[in-house]
């Protein structure tokens, strides 16, 4: 039989590529994989139940898992909740992290992804959830390679009752073969899935052992309750005769109180009488009896969700409807983090061994649901750290509020630059570039030779008066306005830092990393344009002073 080299199970098993490409669980109508069931809940009483958990305790647990199916397809309640926990964790979007950056890695975490899309996925998931009730499960890989690959075609979920554990640990995981012997799993062929509500053997730790005694004393109680429910749901019918009616008068009379119950009709002589007797105690008996199924329901509820608000409408003494949900979340959490690394074990590390061989690692599948995050927070934080150096990557930012990279000939928003208020800085300078003001401010001659627009011409001396020009003051003003900017964004960071800061230490050790390679391109081109601008206007001063 020929083995895949290299390649092991993980106890230690080598791989037989024979095995892997059919099945080896499936059903066999009249042999040890028999599709039928059993019915072991029919005339259930305690010591039944007790004698079926017993012999599951000591390894033959066929009744105690065909129960387990009884119970789940008899009571609407378990049903229910079971349903809910399995499907919770079943719909549950499912990402794989790739091991590392490296190419191969990511290739391999990609081929995952991509197999991970399909829809039968959520139906394969919900049927390895069945552990959740029995307390373990088995779903077969049927492997693919019609091209020359290895890829699950398809996860079949096999009954457990063709399945044993090991006689001397009853932990170990066996298969019943074709003549009825337990031998060990095939390598990289099945899923072996526990679910544990409780520590211990798996073959004690499903939620049907608790199902089991709630279910059976409720069986009984809607026995009971059929029975009271018949006898008192409709009114007594009393037949009264007279003292001289014949015995076939009275026959008549015994007929018509029989029948008129289904029929609701009846015939009787004139002169007998038929009156309806109602019993006064209905309504509380019947209460009792309803009371105790819903005291049962809520037991069930607290096992399989471990509270009761989100089904029986019963918020209790653990708390508000809100907690309760908590709580359900937490035992979904908890679920998906297990099935999470029974994928990992007997899925994802087989089909990746296969495909490419042993490798020192492997991607790993998870299954969560995506954290609530503050993003008002987040953007406040970055606010605040970003200034001070902290360098965060765009497209993780991008991500995290689910915003995809910008395309080359998007639009993009940008901070816009502030415009001073009317009559201040920049804005004073502008209220004197119309045609008024070229009127009330002329341009003189010195200005032009210092290069100095009109505008400026303005500001450094509002009344007009020719020969009074300040070339130094609209210098001194120019050099303001322009290197606002510039000085603005370090005095900021500078400012941030400084209110950060615990000791100068700290502020020192904040400046050097906020401006490891500080650029001052921006200010030194004002400073050296300021210079120029200078020397300039001393040139026409003294070229004016000449003339």
């Known amino acids: 039989m020929a083995r895949i080299p290299h390649v092991l199970d993980r106890f230690g098993r080598p791989v037989q590529r024979s095995v892997l490409t059919r099945e080896v669980a499936a059903a066999t109508f009249g042999g040890v994989r028999s599709p039928i069931s059993g019915t ?8 039944r139940l007790a ?9 033959d647990p066929v009744q105690y898992l065909e129960l387990a199916e009884v119970i789940e397809e008899r009571d609407p309640h378990y049903l229910g909740v079971l349903g809910t926990r399995r499907r919770s964790v079943s719909q549950i979007d499912i990402t794989v992290d ?35 009730g029995k307390g373990y499960s088995f779903t077969e890989i049927i492997w693919d390679t019609s091209s020359g690959q290895w890829e699950p075609q398809r996860l079949e979920w096999r009954d457990p009752r063709w399945f044993r554990f090991a006689h001397h640990d009853l932990a170990t995981p066996m298969k019943i073969d074709e003549n009825g012997q337990d031998v060990p799993l095939d390598p990289f062929k099945f899923i072996f899935t526990t679910i ?22 409720k069986a009984y109680t809607q026995r009971d309750w059929a029975i009271f429910t018949q006898t008192y749901g409709q009114p007594l019918r ?37 009156e309806f007797i109602e019993a006064k105690n209905v309504g509380s008996a019947s209460g009792l009896y309803k009371e105790r199924s819903d005291w049962l329901d809520q037991q069930i509820s607290k096992a399989v969700l471990g509270q009761t608000a989100t089904t029986d409408a019963v918020t209790g003494g653990l708390g508000s409807g809100k907690e309760h949900r908590e709580v359900q979340e937490d035992i979904e ?33 998870k299954i969560a649901r995506p954290e609530a995050e503050d993003l008002k927070a987040a953007a406040e934080a970055l606010g605040i750290l970003v200034p001070l150096g902290l360098r965060v990557s765009m497209s993780e930012v991008r991500d995290k509020y689910g915003w995809s ?100 230490d700290e502020f020192r050790d904040m400046l050097l990393n906020g401006y490891p390679d500080l650029d001052a391109s921006a200010l030194a081109s004002i400073l050296a344009n300021a210079m120029m601008a200078a020397d300039l206007g001393g040139r026409a001063l003294v070229a004016a002073d000449d003339a």
């Not at 959490?333 to 089909?351: F, G």
């Open 196 to 217: 544990k509500a409780k520590s211990g053997l798996a073959l004690r730790s499903g939620l049907a052992r608790v199902a089991a005694w709630g279910w059976m004393f």
């Open 98 to 132: 790739a091991a590392s950056d490296a190419p191969q890695d990511v290739k391999i975490a990609d081929m995952v992804r991509d197999w991970l899309k399909r829809d039968e996925l959520t139906d394969e998931i919900f049927d390895m959830l069945d552990a959740i």
């Open 40 to 47: 072991p809940a029919d005339g259930l009483n305690p010591v």
């Open 333 to 365: 959490r908890a679920d998906a983090k297990a099935l999470s690394a029974i994928l990992n074990r007997d899925l994802i590390r087989p089909w990746v061994d296969l495909e490419f061989g042993a490798q020192t690692r492997y991607p790993r599948l």
């Open 51 to 59: 004698n079926i958990l017993r012999a599951a305790d000591r390894g």
């Open 238 to 274: 009393l037949g009264k005769y007279g003292a001289g009616s014949s015995e076939k008068d009275r026959d008549t009379l015994f007929a018509a109180v029989a029948n008129i119950a289904g029929d609701c009709a009846a015939t009787i002589p004139e002169g007998m009488e038929i």
């Open 405 to 504: 990279d910008p395309k080359p000939k998007d639009e993009i928003l940008s901070v816009q630059p502030q415009t001073a208020p009317p009559g201040a800085g920049d804005g004073a300078m502008s209220d004197a570039t119309g045609p008024e003001s070229a009127v009330k401010y002329p341009f003189n001659t010195l200005g032009a030779r210092a290069g100095v627009t009109a505008p400026q011409m303005a500001e450094a001396h509002p009344t007009g008066a020719p020969g009074e020009f300040d070339p130094v003051s609209v210098l001194t003003g120019r050099l303001e306005r322009e290197a606002r900017p510039a000085m603005g964004e370090m005095i900021g960071r500078i400012e941030a830092m400084l209110e950060a800061a615990q000791s100068f």
